[in-house]
């Protein structure tokens, strides 16, 4: 089994800055891709930005130049720095994980964390 703890959400101006936070634990030998996804009332969840395991990236269009995706292996932790934050930004926000383990490929979710944009 394996956790995903995320932090880092809370409330902030239009233009202002969050980094979230994602740290993996539990029973795998390694992690493939790592994400973020948000959904925000009434909407479907969305792919926020992806991290391969060798640091490839993608974003999606409505944040691409603002918001920014990197990993700590040795941390088994994934970010994600938002600057010039929208109010069309206010979702909760939750992270994703790929993991090898001993029964194969094991894609696990986060919690979620709020991020509230302001105008």
């Known amino acids: 089994q394996v956790q995903l703890v995320e932090s880092g959400g809370g409330l902030v101006q239009a233009g202002g800055s969050l980094r979230l936070s994602c740290a993996a634990s539990g029973r795998f030998f390694s992690i493939l891709a790592m994400g973020w996804y948000r959904q925000a009332p009434g909407k479907q969840r969305e792919l926020v930005a992806r991290i391969g395991s060798g640091g490839s990236t993608n974003y999606a269009v409505s944040v691409k130049d603002r918001f920014t995706i990197s990993r700590d292996n040795a941390k088994n932790t994934v970010y994600l720095q938002m600057n010039s934050l929208k109010p069309g930004d206010t979702a909760v926000y939750y992270c994703?994980?790929?993991?090898?383990?001993?029964?194969?490929?094991?894609?696990?979710w986060g919690q979620g964390t709020q991020v509230t944009v302001s105008s």
């Open positions: 994703t994980a790929e993991t090898v383990g001993g029964g194969g490929v094991l894609r696990s």
